[in-house]
């Protein structure tokens, strides 16, 4: 799944999220990935930086999945 269609699946579900690459850090991690959801009483955020947008994504996907939001695999 690429980023424009895992922030559609995410916006789907409620999940605030964004990804933002920062050529001012030089090349170091410049890839983040922010989401954040969950009931009022029960909040969580995820952030992954990362060299390469596939990493961040990769990242983000299995700490999104200890929130319990398992992504559709790419093509589905």
């Not at 789907?12 to 969950?38: K, Q």
């Not at 390469?52 to 983000?60: G, I, N, R, Y």
Request: negative net charge.
């Amino acid at each position: 799944m690429d980023a424009i269609m895992m922030l559609g699946w995410l916006l789907e579900h409620d999940v605030n999220a964004l990804i933002r690459v920062d050529a001012e850090r030089g090349g170091i991690r410049p890839w983040t990935f922010h989401a954040s959801g969950g009931p009022q009483d029960d909040r969580w955020t995820v952030r992954a930086d990362a060299y390469s947008a596939e990493e961040c994504l990769q990242q983000v996907r299995k700490a999104l999945r200890a929130h319990g939001l398992d992504l559709p695999e790419q093509g589905s």
